[in-house]
């Protein structure tokens, strides 16, 4: 039972830092990007590069790999995004081009296999509650938790989270007073594509880096997001509370292929019963049935 | 005020003659109303004959149309329905199955499981996305891009259908003339079927669903079954595709719910030009033969697909038949301001 407990919570914490970018950026700027699970492979896989190849001390590799991600989110708007703005249909095919392309030629590149593994923060493990867990899972946790209370307390207090939220309530009125909206969305992709990449530093020590994990990524993230409801901050951890327990259950007494059912009759379920997610509001229920 | 010019575009005017009825009063007119219609035709109709030459040749060109199907599957659901399916490997590899399963298992005829199998995929398939039909924009979106994973994901843990090895030893054609025409035959059929289909009342509340779906709900006609047929039709397209597939090469497996698959039809209608029908046609005419030709870069294939599709819709998003339909009927010329 405390060993559901625990590691449920590790699992939610893990969805939490993998999905948390895609729906702040789309919270915001009304931006799907598609391509999240590809820079939350690519900021692990450069990270590697760095330290196996480059042999550069890994904090420095780390961050790096983070400023890359950062640097290639910002890419993808200035280059790409601004020209479609407002059509729907191309964000959502053009992004998803570039995750293919970026996931497709690290592929190439020699992504595969199991040999690509990040180190964790801090060998070892301890007894939590009776139940054995290692530093590194309680790492997801503490940073998991912390990133999103540390974002929420940023948008709240500064002038640049104000600008965030002005700009996701009402584009044309913070045109209006003087906020520069393309900057703010660059600023706002920018930090989802952070947020993947601080993710996979986090998550991939646990396991290894394969491209796979990109098309999962982006899956549990449009999972947490109908799940959650949009532009709800507390539904956004409340939904990865839920889907994290779920598929710790299902991967613990049932087999590890059910997990994507579980996301898909998340799904459904919640549409079915609550369209608009469970904390959403009405504004939302209107755009997506 | 030398150097300020700007581009003037004028109909021709044989395009304005051949709009009204007395178009059939010159052979002229009717010849330039009647020529792309004829070259698509015509064209389609002696692709066989690229099969006498290469053997190789004519198996790229019957992807190729294959491909065309899904595409202009995805464009009728995306482009005229407002339903942007990132998923159309989902119907290509039910069909596919369903193809297997009713030959392997069952025991019919090919020309009774070809049939069966694309109605019968259809049916599985809408059943199966019908709960996320509400579902607008992104979210459908992704929500279909899951559903090809699913399958896969299905298949190998229930070891079913034939488990990860999948189905061998479908039975064929009777003869590769006939292979040939049943498929362009049918792929011609729907193009023009549903171009039709479109321009009737029931096409334009599909459309008008697209545009305005609040609109068509205070006018009392149901959303969600008119989504329903929407989605049928274009699941028809796509189980056909993997249905036919599975017979000319006598085999399928879980690579027919590959990303490829889903990924090569929007890249075909992007290129070819959205919400044309004839576009994804012609787009998957020239990207299936540029695929072959990088065969041997394997999985890069997808990164290259993927690039043009970036390419292509930032650059040049009208695509390549809303552009020749232009030339076709303006003349354009620069002016002095």
């Given at each position: 039972?405390?060993e559901?407990?625990?590691?449920?919570?590790?699992?939610?914490?893990?969805?939490l830092l993998m999905?948390f970018?895609f729906?702040?950026?789309y919270g915001?700027?009304?931006l799907?990007?598609?391509?999240?699970g590809a820079?939350f492979?690519?900021?692990?896989?450069a990270?590697?590069l760095?330290r196996?190849?480059a042999?550069?001390?890994?904090w420095?590799?780390?961050a790096?790999?983070?400023?890359?991600?950062?640097l290639?989110?910002?890419?993808?708007?200035?280059?790409?995004?601004k020209?479609?703005?407002?059509?729907?249909?191309?964000?959502?095919?053009?992004?998803y081009a570039i995750g293919?392309?970026?996931?497709e030629?690290?592929r190439w590149?020699g992504?595969?296999?199991?040999?690509?593994t990040?180190?964790?923060l801090?060998p070892?493990?301890?007894?939590?509650?009776g139940?054995?867990?290692d530093?590194q899972r309680?790492a997801?946790v503490?940073?998991g938790f912390?990133?999103?209370?540390?974002l929420?307390?940023?948008?709240k207090?500064?002038?640049?989270?104000?600008?965030?939220?002005?700009?996701?309530?009402?584009?044309?009125?913070?045109?209006?007073?003087?906020?520069d909206?393309?900057?703010?969305a660059?600023?706002a992709?920018?930090l989802?594509?952070v947020l993947?990449?601080?993710?996979?530093?986090i998550?991939?020590p646990?396991?290894s880096?394969?491209?796979q994990s990109g098309y999962?990524?982006l899956v549990?993230?449009i999972?947490v997001?109908?799940?959650?409801?949009?532009?709800?901050?507390?539904?956004?951890v409340?939904?990865?509370?839920?889907l994290?327990?779920?598929?710790?259950l299902?991967?613990?007494?049932?087999?590890?292929h059910?997990q994507?059912?579980?996301?898909?009759?998340?799904?459904?379920v919640?549409l079915?019963i609550?369209?608009s997610?469970l904390l959403?509001r009405?504004k939302?229920?209107e755009?997506?049935v | 005020?030398?150097?300020?010019?700007r581009?003037?575009?004028i109909d021709?005017?044989?395009k304005?003659?051949?709009?009204?009825i007395y178009?059939l009063?010159?052979?002229?007119?009717i010849?330039?109303l009647?020529a792309?219609?004829?070259?698509?035709v015509g064209?389609l109709l002696?692709?066989?004959l690229a099969?006498q030459?290469s053997?190789?040749?004519g198996k790229?060109?019957?992807?190729?149309l294959?491909v065309a199907?899904l595409?202009?599957s995805f464009?009728?659901l995306?482009?005229?329905a407002?339903?942007?399916?990132?998923?159309g490997a989902?119907?290509?590899g039910?069909?596919?199955?369903?193809?297997?399963?009713?030959?392997?298992?069952?025991?019919?005829p090919?020309?009774?499981?070809?049939?069966?199998a694309?109605?019968l995929?259809?049916?599985?398939?809408?059943?199966?996305?019908w709960?996320?039909?509400?579902l607008?924009g992104?979210?459908?979106?992704?929500?279909t891009?899951m559903y090809?994973?699913?399958?896969?994901?299905l298949?190998?843990?229930?070891?079913v259908l034939?488990g990860?090895e999948?189905?061998m030893?479908?039975?064929g054609f009777?003869?590769?003339?006939?292979e040939?025409?049943?498929?362009?035959?049918?792929?011609?059929?729907?193009?023009?079927g549903?171009r039709r289909f479109l321009a009737?009342?029931p096409g334009l509340v599909?459309?008008?669903v697209?545009?305005n779906?609040?609109?068509?709900?205070a006018a009392g006609?149901?959303?969600t079954?008119?989504?329903t047929k929407t989605l049928?039709?274009?699941?028809?397209f796509?189980c056909?595709a993997?249905?036919?597939?599975?017979?000319l090469y006598?085999?399928?497996?879980i690579?027919?719910f590959?990303l490829d698959?889903s990924?090569?039809p929007?890249a075909?209608?992007?290129?070819g030009?959205?919400?044309?029908?004839?576009?994804p046609?012609?787009?998957s005419?020239?990207?299936?033969?540029?695929?072959?030709?990088?065969r041997e870069?394997?999985?890069?294939r997808?990164?290259?697909?993927?690039?043009?599709?970036?390419?292509?819709?930032?650059l040049?998003?009208?695509g390549?038949i809303?552009?020749?339909a232009r030339?076709y009927a303006?003349r354009e010329?620069?002016?002095e301001?």
């Amino acid at each position: 039972m405390v060993e559901i407990l625990v590691y449920g919570t590790v699992q939610s914490a893990g969805l939490l830092l993998m999905t948390f970018g895609f729906s702040l950026v789309y919270g915001i700027s009304r931006l799907p990007n598609f391509a999240h699970g590809a820079l939350f492979v690519f900021t692990g896989y450069a990270a590697w590069l760095l330290r196996n190849e480059a042999r550069l001390p890994y904090w420095l590799a780390a961050a790096l790999a983070l400023l890359a991600a950062g640097l290639l989110g910002v890419l993808i708007y200035q280059l790409v995004l601004k020209r479609i703005r407002g059509m729907e249909m191309s964000e959502v095919i053009a992004t998803y081009a570039i995750g293919l392309l970026i996931l497709e030629s690290l592929r190439w590149r020699g992504l595969r296999g199991t040999t690509f593994t990040l180190p964790v923060l801090a060998p070892g493990a301890v007894n939590l509650l009776g139940v054995p867990i290692d530093y590194q899972r309680i790492a997801v946790v503490l940073l998991g938790f912390g990133i999103v209370g540390a974002l929420w307390i940023l948008t709240k207090t500064t002038r640049l989270g104000l600008a965030l939220r002005g700009v996701a309530q009402d584009e044309q009125a913070a045109m209006l007073l003087g906020i520069d909206t393309d900057l703010v969305a660059t600023v706002a992709v920018g930090l989802g594509s952070v947020l993947a990449g601080a993710g996979a530093l986090i998550l991939f020590p646990l396991g290894s880096i394969v491209v796979q994990s990109g098309y999962q990524v982006l899956v549990w993230a449009i999972a947490v997001c109908v799940v959650g409801g949009l532009g709800s901050w507390a539904g956004t951890v409340v939904a990865c509370l839920l889907l994290g327990f779920a598929q710790h259950l299902t991967a613990a007494y049932g087999k590890p292929h059910y997990q994507m059912v579980v996301m898909l009759l998340a799904i459904i379920v919640t549409l079915v019963i609550k369209p608009s997610g469970l904390l959403g509001r009405q504004k939302e229920l209107e755009e997506r049935v | 005020m030398s150097g300020i010019r700007r581009r003037k575009r004028i109909d021709r005017g044989i395009k304005v003659r051949s709009e009204s009825i007395y178009v059939l009063t010159s052979l002229r007119e009717i010849g330039y109303l009647a020529a792309p219609r004829v070259l698509l035709v015509g064209g389609l109709l002696a692709l066989p004959l690229a099969r006498q030459g290469s053997p190789y040749a004519g198996k790229v060109a019957l992807s190729a149309l294959i491909v065309a199907l899904l595409a202009i599957s995805f464009d009728f659901l995306a482009n005229f329905a407002g339903l942007v399916c990132l998923g159309g490997a989902f119907f290509y590899g039910v069909g596919g199955y369903a193809a297997a399963f009713l030959n392997e298992e069952l025991g019919l005829p090919c020309y009774l499981a070809l049939p069966l199998a694309a109605v019968l995929g259809a049916l599985i398939c809408t059943l199966a996305i019908w709960p996320c039909l509400p579902l607008r924009g992104i979210y459908f979106a992704v929500v279909t891009l899951m559903y090809p994973l699913l399958a896969t994901r299905l298949i190998e843990a229930f070891d079913v259908l034939g488990g990860t090895e999948g189905y061998m030893g479908i039975i064929g054609f009777p003869s590769e003339t006939l292979e040939a025409y049943v498929l362009i035959v049918l792929v011609l059929a729907g193009l023009f079927g549903l171009r039709r289909f479109l321009a009737e009342d029931p096409g334009l509340v599909i459309r008008a669903v697209k545009d305005n779906d609040q609109a068509v709900k205070a006018a009392g006609i149901g959303v969600t079954w008119c989504r329903t047929k929407t989605l049928f039709i274009a699941s028809l397209f796509g189980c056909f595709a993997g249905a036919y597939y599975a017979h000319l090469y006598g085999a399928v497996g879980i690579s027919a719910f590959a990303l490829d698959l889903s990924l090569l039809p929007i890249a075909a209608t992007v290129v070819g030009g959205s919400g044309t029908l004839v576009g994804p046609l012609v787009g998957s005419l020239l990207l299936v033969p540029l695929g072959e030709l990088l065969r041997e870069f394997g999985g890069l294939r997808t990164a290259v697909y993927a690039a043009i599709l970036t390419v292509v819709i930032v650059l040049r998003s009208e695509g390549l038949i809303p552009f020749l339909a232009r030339k076709y009927a303006q003349r354009e010329t620069w002016v002095e301001l």
